[in-house]
Structures are given as C-alpha cells and as structure tokens.
C-alpha cells in the first residue's frame, strides 16, 4: 500500500530535478538576448536622442527578423532530443547539423535582402528625418551579423537537445559581457559612434557562434557525424521548421494587433501598454525556461520509447508553470508600487497601467500552463497542430481587441482580449494534451 505513493514520489523528485536543471540555465541564456539589446541603448543613449531612436528602429527590425526564425532553435532541440532517447548520438548530432547549415543559409539570404532595402524598412518603421541614418548606419552593419544569430538560435536548439543548457548560459553570458564591453570601446574609445555600437554587436555575435561551433564540432568528431551539408537533411530540418514559423507568425500577429488597438485608444493608453508588454515579455521568459525543458526532456523520452514517462513528465511541468505563474502574479501585485515609477513620472500613465497589471497577474497560471503546454508539443514535434492551434486564437482574439476601441473600451479590456487568447491557447493546448495524439515515439515524428 505504501510503495506506491513512494514510487510516486521518486519519480516526482526525478523529474523535479530534471527539470530545474535544465530550466534555470536555460532562463539565464533567455534573458541575455534582451540585454544586448539593453547594453546597446545604454552606450548610444548618450550619443543623443536622434542616435537613440535611430538605434530603436534598427534595434526593432532586427529582432522581428531574427524572433521568426526561432524555429531553428525549438525543431532542432524536438528532433536532436529524440535521437538522444534513441540513444543515437552520432544521428543527434548530425541532424543538430543540418539545422545549423539551414541556419547560415537563411541567415546569408536575410543580409542579402536588408543591406540594399535597409533605407526602405527604416522608412517604413517612420523613422524621422534626423533618425533615419542613424537607424539605416546600425541595421546594415548589424545586419552583418544575422547569420551567426541564427547559428546561435540552431546550435542553441542543438544543446538543449543534448540535455544541455548550462554551455548556452556561459556563451551567453560572454556574450553579453563581451558586447558591453565591444560597445563602449568602440562607440567611445574609438570613436565611432552609432557604428561602433553595430560593430561591437555583430563582433559578439560572431564570438558566441564560434564558440557553440566549437562545442558542437567537437562533440561531432567524438561521436563520428559528418560536418559536410546534407540536401536531404537541411531539406527536412526547414519542412519541420515550417509550422513552426506559422505559429510564430501567428503569435506576432497578435502582439501587433495588441500594440495597434492601445495605439488607437490614446497616447496615455499606448505609452501604458509598452510597459504592461515589457513587463508581460519578462515574465515570459521565466515561464518559457520550463518550456525549453520541456521540449528537452519530453523529446528524450519519446525517442526512448518510454510514454508513460512522457505523460509523467508533462503532468509534472504543467503543475510547475501552474505553480511559477501564481508566484510571478503575486510578485507583480506585491512589487507593482516599486516598478511602476521606475517607467514613468506621469500619474496618468500610472492610473492607466495598474488595471492591466492585475488583468496580467490573474493571468499568470493560465500563461504558465499554456508555456509549458506548448513546450511538450513542441518536444512532440507536434508543429502542425501547434500552428493550426495559433491560427485558431489568432482568428478568436483578433476581432475582439479589433472591437476594444468601438465599445469604449480601454488599456484594460485590451488586456483582457490578450486573456482570452491566452484561454483560447490553454483550451487548444491541454485538449491535444488529453488526447495523447502527440505520443509519437521513435528516433523520428
């Protein structure tokens, strides 16, 4: 009567420990990319404000490019995971490859497109007059160093499919160090404005691509896999990406749907809505780190065949979102009259922004559910369905915030159109969950 409650417990220890190590590493290398970003604007800030809004647009344009490319990351770690379970390494390996080569071929194809339309996509953004080179000098140099930010995003995918996500924190970690460093030589010391601020970027990048090539080349001569590209390979890495893309198109649609309908309402609602996104966007990551473990985990198991581990597995990470979320939502509730002041001076903006936040808090165990949710179908390699799921809530949210502003409603209703998508995801989510279609075991989907 007693062994099995005590089994219970043993496997819940064991996925505990599975998943807190792989998932405080892997928000360590989450919140690095921001940070870059961060550094950037710290240095040119005090070049002037043309320089700054310049840095912006680029800044803007550049992680829209690289975010839709963040499949090479998910469908490399699903498939490299599997072959793991299968206890294939050379094939985890050489499939972690291809990734990385479709990885310099996309990104060799973005330089090709952004270097000649750069002053247009600027325009586009509505850059001013006095902005405008500023934003055209650092997106074409920045631009240079798209390919290693997607080999990065590949080799990333790779690690994590290998069960490891503490060398992704250290090569991020110095690449942020790196960067900052890069930025205020450069800019500064050098001389070179703007331009040295691109240029200390791209040197980083560079630096943290090398340095997972390295790691990646070597576990490649260990365990006998090819270097050379592979047609067929990089062929079915770029169909697996494919839904991917889908549904992060999809999820971009609704978070520029959001920022449009707050930039219709008023500048007090659109200036609110900027920080409610930033804080909406941190809190994410937290929640995306159990995710990424659960995409790492839940590949490895199904690879190995073992289902019910899988089940086991999944139900565990959902109770740890669940859980994450209640205590990120009381933490913005308790912390709200600290980090509110820190955005903004104006009392209006602070009036406006308080509602949403508690919509955001109430929303935090729906939003730690559906990241984790969508971890384990990502790890499934269940992309079809994660993309009609998204072209769902996409069709569900996107006439109710449409209709935020002709009902008289504000910033809050708009965040409670952003709950209903969150709800729409979790039903979506949870429903394919119950239905163990995603249970497809073997070395591949």
């Known amino acids: 009567m007693t062994q099995a409650p005590a089994t219970a417990r043993a496997h819940r220890r064991r996925h505990d420990r599975e998943i807190v190590a792989l998932a405080v590493p892997a928000f360590g290398a989450l919140v690095a990319e921001p940070l870059f970003v961060m550094v950037d604007s710290a240095v040119v800030g005090h070049l002037g404000t043309p320089q700054l809004a310049g840095l912006g647009v680029a800044a803007a344009l550049l992680m829209t490019a690289v975010s839709i490319f963040v499949f090479l990351a998910y469908a490399t770690t699903a498939a490299v995971a599997r072959r793991v379970g299968a206890g294939d390494l050379r094939a985890a390996i050489r499939q972690g490859m291809d990734g990385i080569w479709l990885a310099l071929l996309l990104g060799l194809a973005v330089v090709a497109v952004t270097l000649p339309a750069a002053p247009w996509l600027v325009d586009v953004f509505g850059a001013s007059e006095t902005a ?3 934003a055209i000098t650092y997106l074409r140099i920045s631009s240079l160093g798209i390919p290693a930010m ?16 503490r060398t992704p924190l250290y090569v991020a970690v110095g690449g942020f160090a790196a960067n900052a460093a890069l930025n205020v030589g450069l800019v500064y010391g050098a001389g070179l404005g703007i331009a040295g601020s691109a240029w200390g970027t791209v ?18 001569r260990t365990h006998g896999a090819p270097l050379r590209p592979d047609a067929a390979g990089i062929r079915a890495s770029a169909q697996a990406g494919v839904p991917l893309l889908v549904r992060t198109l999809s999820l971009r649609a609704v978070l520029l749907i959001a920022t ?24 994410a990551f937290a929640l995306d780190a159990i995710a990424i ?10 690879g190995a065949g073992d289902t019910e581990g899988a089940r086991q597995v999944c139900r565990r990470m ?10 990120l939502g009381l933490l913005v509730v308790l912390a709200r009259p600290l980090f509110i002041p820190l955005f903004s001076g104006d ?45 769902l809530t996409l069709a569900v949210f996107a006439p109710v915030a449409l209709l935020v502003p002709a ?19 979790l039903l979506t989510l949870w429903w394919r969950a119950r239905s163990g279609r995603w249970i497809v075991t073997g070395a591949t989907r």
């Open 150 to 165: 997607l080999i990065v995003l590949a080799a990333t995918g790779v690690l994590r499919g290998l069960q490891d996500t």
């Open 260 to 283: 449009a309908v707050a930039a219709r309402l008023s500048d007090t609602d659109i200036a609110a809505h900027q920080i409610a996104l930033s804080l909406w966007s941190l809190l």
């Open 293 to 302: 473990a659960g995409q790492a985990i839940i590949g490895r198991y199904l």
């Open 318 to 327: 959902v109770q740890w979102g669940i859980a994450a979320g209640f205590v």
């Open 203 to 220: 040197i980083a990048q560079c630096g943290m691509a090398a340095a997972y090539l390295f790691v990646v080349i070597r576990g490649a």
């Open 407 to 425: 009902f008289g409603g504000g910033l809050t209703a708009l965040w409670w159109a952003m709950t209903l998508m969150m709800a729409v995801r």
């Open 347 to 391: 009392e209006a903006v602070h009036d406006t922004l308080l509602p949403a936040l508690l919509v955001i808090a109430v929303s935090q165990p729906i939003a730690g559910a559906v990241f984790v949710l969508d971890g384990v179908l990502m790890g499934a390699g269940d992309g079809p369905y994660l993309a009609w799921a998204m072209l």
């Open 132 to 134: 405008a080179p500023h």
